[in-house]
């Protein structure tokens, strides 16, 4: 298997957009060759402390967005190939819509699995 993780950071007025563009993304990549999974990820709370990691606590739930709203895509494949392939398609057709709502360019992280 092979797995791109990838952090967005979005303009909090596009977060409307931006949330459908991922739902068309994720149906476009799902209907490809080689792609098992899509997951896109709203971070919408955070850990208080590693204390209270420690001692089994709640996340705390974010009530406000300063200046961004984080997005994460998981996304998993059946091989590197697959990967170069399907990411030309979806750059060929998304990459203007991506770009208007973000705020920087996302962090990629790309890997095979260990366990």
């Known amino acids: 298997m092979f797995n791109e993780i990838c952090i967005y950071e979005a303009k909090i007025n596009k977060q409307e957009e931006i949330e459908t563009l991922m739902r068309e993304v994720a149906d476009f990549y799902l209907a490809q060759d080689g792609v098992l999974d899509v997951k896109y990820i709203k971070r919408t709370h955070r850990q208080k402390d590693f204390n209270a990691v420690k001692e089994g606590e709640l996340p705390v739930k974010l009530t406000r967005q300063i200046g961004k709203i984080t997005y994460i895509l998981y996304w998993v494949l059946d091989s590197e190939e ?27 992280l790309l890997g095979e699995n260990v366990v």
Request: glycine residues 4%; charged residues 30%; hydrophobic residues 35%.
């Open 82 to 108: 697959a990967h170069a392939r399907v990411s030309k398609l979806g750059l060929e057709k998304f990459y203007k819509r991506w770009t208007r709502c973000l705020t920087t360019m996302p962090k990629i």
